[in-house]
């Protein structure tokens, strides 16, 4: 009966193509805008390290005196000073663990015509590549003596090695980042995220680094940040060393904590630190803070997906319903001029249900197609979107889930704008239209 | 089979009450055959889509095979009509998208025939009415009387136990109208209960039982009864 119901569904749509392609240009541009805003939704909210995400904590401390505020949702600063980061990474405890900060360098290589360029760069601990699962096409990540000893080493990503090296093995060969000579120990994939989880202190959706190089060289080469610093404190910091040893936020560090209990014991230890410290004279306040956020906690804290996205999708799902309230129209006008038909099914037996049920697959049908139509808009407006802005690029993207809901939102709305008009029309007595012809 | 008592039918539309039916009794059994006649406008339609299960009546009782229909709800009464009762409507009620063969069709879908038997009956009832050849066309390239025979190929399919035929014969030349009857007849025969409107004299002579409805009421049901000879007579 099924596709039956199907066959005179299609034949109905046939018999009046000009209302069936209005219903289906509705419903395709009411999905197509509604995916385009619910595929950037679900790519931003998505979670960027499946394997690692409960596992990977972001650190925050409350290093400042009592009665300073910051303006995060619970006063607590986004980074960590650069002591404390040192303090942290020196911690004898067995966990892996990273500070870092946002860098950027001009890049040129020796006996090369190539102009030099500038590329961002990430200043990290060697433990970063493992932690955030970074794969080695080359050489390997820097040893914890190389740290120790501020040796000048780098790991570039696959793409920049393309560009300086034609994607040949560069391991040991040197680049110059500004005037500082570094040696490549190894090459990594690119960073195979769309969004920036890892620092998301100046936007979520850039593309990530493709220079990664030891956190022991800031102090040696006084390597600056392209991040964000805030202070709150006034101090007097004149120079490179000053800013080294200020209450300044600059530094981002993460730790890679398997088991809840291994959090729980991290947490003692950042308390046990902090107070430590109190000693020393810092943490002028009474209640000593910390936070421990792993990713996707810290993707909500840092409101990745923010209000106006949130805003989008809404509107977007309003406008579908503006689409459907036209739908509904066709489908009660065309379904209601239908009623003599009806009257002659039911008169041949047809229970009411039999009747809904014929309307409702004809306005699934049409959601089918509408969707799959779809579809096809949602790329466009994507495409749209990643030529309109970069930020964009790798986020404005239908995944498989979002290829798959298309359709079945589609369909879905399409029964719920059908539901009022099969409804009236199986509601037709058998004998009204039995008269006459 | 079919059992009324006291029924009558009122269409309220605006300011006007229209009596269609009033106090309407009559009792058919298993196996008749009976030919309704009447003026236009007396009530012959509204007594048989009531006697079809197609339209609720104001007052009265209803039995159909000691059913009590006034008592069953939309579903119950549905699956009487597909069940039971066969239809030729006055108009012949086609389904303008479908061709002959899929409007035969619609009532042994709805009684979930299997489609091999479905077939068999479809070809063979549209054999019965001369049509076979003209399976896949639609209702609308056919004449009048054409459309009429697949009326009553539909209603043939489905071999209902009561059949109701309004005008049956209304489109078709004096030739047709007597095949038409005689394929009622024959129906009568195999065991159909036959109900009849016609406002041809001749065919309603043919019927074994006539009843004349006027005003909405049963008139003279005694008159042809059982002796057609009487009415060549007269
Ligand atoms: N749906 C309706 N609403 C209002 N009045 C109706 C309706 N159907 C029938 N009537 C009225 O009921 C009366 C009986 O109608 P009905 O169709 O039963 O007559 P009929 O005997 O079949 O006539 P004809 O021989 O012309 O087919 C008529 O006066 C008609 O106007
Ligand atoms: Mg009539």
Redesign the pocket.
């Given at each position: 009966m099924f596709f039956h119901y199907v066959d005179l569904s299609w034949r109905s749509l046939k018999r009046t193509p000009m209302v069936s392609l209005l219903m289906v240009i509705a419903i395709a541009v009411g999905i197509g805008i509604t995916m385009t805003s619910l595929s950037v939704y679900h790519m931003m909210s998505a979670d960027p390290i499946p394997s690692k995400s409960t596992q990977l904590h972001h650190v925050q401390l409350q290093t400042m005196d009592d009665g300073r505020d910051w303006w995060s949702d619970d006063n607590m600063p986004y980074q960590v000073t650069y002591p404390d980061a040192i303090n942290l990474l020196n911690a004898d405890l067995p966990y892996r663990r990273t500070a870092m900060i946002a860098a950027g360098f001009a890049v040129h290589v020796d006996d090369s015509d190539m102009k030099p360029f500038l590329e961002r760069a990430r200043v990290a601990n060697a433990d970063l590549f493992s932690m955030f699962n970074l794969e080695f096409i080359y050489g390997s990540a820097w040893t914890r003596n190389d740290e120790d000893s501020q040796a000048s080493v780098v790991v570039i990503s696959q793409s920049l090695n393309d560009t300086l090296f034609q994607g040949e093995n560069s391991v040991g060969k040197t680049i110059n980042l500004d005037g500082m000579t570094v040696r490549i120990v190894g090459v990594i994939k690119d960073w195979p995220t769309y969004v920036k989880y890892y620092d998301l202190n100046n936007g979520a959706f850039r593309d990530p680094e493709h220079i990664f190089l030891p956190f022991s060289l800031i102090a040696p080469n006084e390597i600056i940040t392209w991040g964000n610093s805030n202070g709150w404190k006034a101090e007097n910091v004149r120079g490179f060393q000053d800013k080294l040893k200020s209450e300044q936020f600059w530094v981002q560090f993460w730790v890679d904590l398997p088991t809840d209990e291994d959090e729980l014991a991290y947490g003692q230890f950042l308390m046990s630190y902090m107070a430590e410290q109190q000693k020393l004279g810092r943490f002028a306040r009474k209640e000593l803070d910390f936070a421990l956020r792993d990713v996707k906690q810290m993707m909500v804290y840092r409101e990745v997906v923010n209000e106006d996205n949130k805003i989008l999708v809404m509107l977007s799902f309003m406008f579908l319903a503006v689409c459907l309230a036209n739908i509904l129209g066709l489908l009660l006008a065309k379904f209601l001029r239908r009623a003599p038909e009806v009257g002659v099914r039911r008169a041949l037996g047809a229970s009411k249900t039999q009747v809904f049920i014929q309307h409702l697959v004809e306005v699934g049908l049409l959601g089918v197609i509408g969707g799959i139509l779809g579809i096809f808009i949602a790329q466009a407006g994507l495409w749209g979107m990643r030529k309109s802005n970069d930020a964009y690029t790798v986020i404005a993207d239908m995944d498989l889930t979002m290829l798959l809901s298309a359709p079945a939102i589609a369909v879905s709305v399409c029964i719920l704008a059908g539901l009022y008009p099969a409804w009236l029309v199986c509601r037709t007595t058998p004998?009204?239209y039995l008269?006459s012809q | 089979m079919l059992n009324m008592n006291g029924i009558s039918?009122v269409?309220?539309?605006e300011m006007?009450q229209?009596?269609?039916?009033r106090d309407f009794d009559l009792q058919v059994n298993e196996g008749e055959f009976i030919a309704v006649t009447?003026?236009?406008?007396?009530?012959?339609?509204?007594?048989?889509?009531i006697a079809g299960v197609l339209e609720p009546f104001t007052q009265g009782q209803y039995l159909l095979d000691g059913v009590d229909i006034g008592k069953l709800n939309d579903n119950q009464r549905a699956d009487i009509r597909n069940q039971k009762i066969g239809y030729i409507f006055?108009g012949f009620n086609l389904i303008p998208d479908l061709n002959l063969y899929e409007n035969v069709e619609v009532p042994l879908r709805y009684r979930g025939i299997k489609a091999a038997e479905r077939k068999r009956r479809i070809e063979s009832s549209l054999e019965q009415v001369g049509l076979a050849s003209r399976a896949k066309h639609l209702p609308q390239q056919l004449s009048g009387g054409q459309q009429q025979r697949v009326a009553i190929a539909r209603a043939l399919a489905g071999k209902p136990r009561f059949l109701l035929a309004?005008?049956p014969t209304g489109n078709l030349d004096s030739l047709m109208a007597r095949q038409v009857m005689e394929l009622l007849e024959q129906i009568n025969r195999d065991g159909a209960t036959i109900v009849m409107?016609t406002?041809d004299p001749e065919l309603a002579r043919r019927a074994p039982r006539n009843i004349q409805?006027v005003d909405?009421q049963i008139a003279d049901f005694s008159l042809y009864q059982g002796n057609p000879a009487a009415v060549v007579g007269a």
């Amino acid at each position: 009966m099924f596709f039956h119901y199907v066959d005179l569904s299609w034949r109905s749509l046939k018999r009046t193509p000009m209302v069936s392609l209005l219903m289906v240009i509705a419903i395709a541009v009411g999905i197509g805008i509604t995916m385009t805003s619910l595929s950037v939704y679900h790519m931003m909210s998505a979670d960027p390290i499946p394997s690692k995400s409960t596992q990977l904590h972001h650190v925050q401390l409350q290093t400042m005196d009592d009665g300073r505020d910051w303006w995060s949702d619970d006063n607590m600063p986004y980074q960590v000073t650069y002591p404390d980061a040192i303090n942290l990474l020196n911690a004898d405890l067995p966990y892996r663990r990273t500070a870092m900060i946002a860098a950027g360098f001009a890049v040129h290589v020796d006996d090369s015509d190539m102009k030099p360029f500038l590329e961002r760069a990430r200043v990290a601990n060697a433990d970063l590549f493992s932690m955030f699962n970074l794969e080695f096409i080359y050489g390997s990540a820097w040893t914890r003596n190389d740290e120790d000893s501020q040796a000048s080493v780098v790991v570039i990503s696959q793409s920049l090695n393309d560009t300086l090296f034609q994607g040949e093995n560069s391991v040991g060969k040197t680049i110059n980042l500004d005037g500082m000579t570094v040696r490549i120990v190894g090459v990594i994939k690119d960073w195979p995220t769309y969004v920036k989880y890892y620092d998301l202190n100046n936007g979520a959706f850039r593309d990530p680094e493709h220079i990664f190089l030891p956190f022991s060289l800031i102090a040696p080469n006084e390597i600056i940040t392209w991040g964000n610093s805030n202070g709150w404190k006034a101090e007097n910091v004149r120079g490179f060393q000053d800013k080294l040893k200020s209450e300044q936020f600059w530094v981002q560090f993460w730790v890679d904590l398997p088991t809840d209990e291994d959090e729980l014991a991290y947490g003692q230890f950042l308390m046990s630190y902090m107070a430590e410290q109190q000693k020393l004279g810092r943490f002028a306040r009474k209640e000593l803070d910390f936070a421990l956020r792993d990713v996707k906690q810290m993707m909500v804290y840092r409101e990745v997906v923010n209000e106006d996205n949130k805003i989008l999708v809404m509107l977007s799902f309003m406008f579908l319903a503006v689409c459907l309230a036209n739908i509904l129209g066709l489908l009660l006008a065309k379904f209601l001029r239908r009623a003599p038909e009806v009257g002659v099914r039911r008169a041949l037996g047809a229970s009411k249900t039999q009747v809904f049920i014929q309307h409702l697959v004809e306005v699934g049908l049409l959601g089918v197609i509408g969707g799959i139509l779809g579809i096809f808009i949602a790329q466009a407006g994507l495409w749209g979107m990643r030529k309109s802005n970069d930020a964009y690029t790798v986020i404005a993207d239908m995944d498989l889930t979002m290829l798959l809901s298309a359709p079945a939102i589609a369909v879905s709305v399409c029964i719920l704008a059908g539901l009022y008009p099969a409804w009236l029309v199986c509601r037709t007595t058998p004998a009204t239209y039995l008269k006459s012809q | 089979m079919l059992n009324m008592n006291g029924i009558s039918k009122v269409y309220q539309t605006e300011m006007v009450q229209t009596h269609a039916l009033r106090d309407f009794d009559l009792q058919v059994n298993e196996g008749e055959f009976i030919a309704v006649t009447g003026p236009s406008g007396s009530g012959k339609t509204t007594f048989l889509n009531i006697a079809g299960v197609l339209e609720p009546f104001t007052q009265g009782q209803y039995l159909l095979d000691g059913v009590d229909i006034g008592k069953l709800n939309d579903n119950q009464r549905a699956d009487i009509r597909n069940q039971k009762i066969g239809y030729i409507f006055q108009g012949f009620n086609l389904i303008p998208d479908l061709n002959l063969y899929e409007n035969v069709e619609v009532p042994l879908r709805y009684r979930g025939i299997k489609a091999a038997e479905r077939k068999r009956r479809i070809e063979s009832s549209l054999e019965q009415v001369g049509l076979a050849s003209r399976a896949k066309h639609l209702p609308q390239q056919l004449s009048g009387g054409q459309q009429q025979r697949v009326a009553i190929a539909r209603a043939l399919a489905g071999k209902p136990r009561f059949l109701l035929a309004d005008e049956p014969t209304g489109n078709l030349d004096s030739l047709m109208a007597r095949q038409v009857m005689e394929l009622l007849e024959q129906i009568n025969r195999d065991g159909a209960t036959i109900v009849m409107v016609t406002h041809d004299p001749e065919l309603a002579r043919r019927a074994p039982r006539n009843i004349q409805v006027v005003d909405g009421q049963i008139a003279d049901f005694s008159l042809y009864q059982g002796n057609p000879a009487a009415v060549v007579g007269a």
